[in-house]
């Protein structure tokens, strides 16, 4: 069973950066498209960045030129650079793996962010 690990959430001062970390049990980035989602208390968790294995990133609007996607293929690990955080940055952060060809999606435990002065 792959299981994704994230960590490095915390309180940050708005202005503030913080990076994410979700790291993968074995590596699965050949056969899937990676990603982090994050979800706030009564809504849908949402889509705040992916890349696929081709190295293509995709951005929600509400994060584009504040937020990097990246990967470490030694380390299996997936990463998510926040700058400039605002206190709507604030939710619970979500490392997701989807594979290509069953459309399965892999989750991880969840990292909370709060964005706070």
């Known amino acids: 069973q792959v299981q994704l690990v994230e960590s490095g959430g915390g309180l940050v001062q708005p202005g503030g950066s913080l990076r994410l970390s979700c790291v993968v049990s074995r590596n699965i980035f050949s056969n899937s498209l990676m990603g982090w989602y994050r979800q706030t208390p009564g809504n849908q968790r949402e889509l705040v960045a992916s890349?696929?294995?081709?190295?293509?990133?995709n951005y929600a609007d509400s994060v584009k030129g504040r937020f990097t996607i990246s990967t470490d293929n030694a380390k299996n690990a997936i990463y998510l650079q926040m700058n400039s955080l605002k206190p709507e940055d604030t939710a619970v952060y979500y490392c997701?793996?989807?594979?290509?060809?069953?459309?399965?999606?892999?989750w991880g435990q969840g990292t909370q962010v709060t964005v706070s002065s």
């Open positions: 890349v696929s294995k081709g190295a293509i990133t």
């Open positions: 997701n793996a989807r594979n290509y060809w069953n459309g399965r999606d892999l």
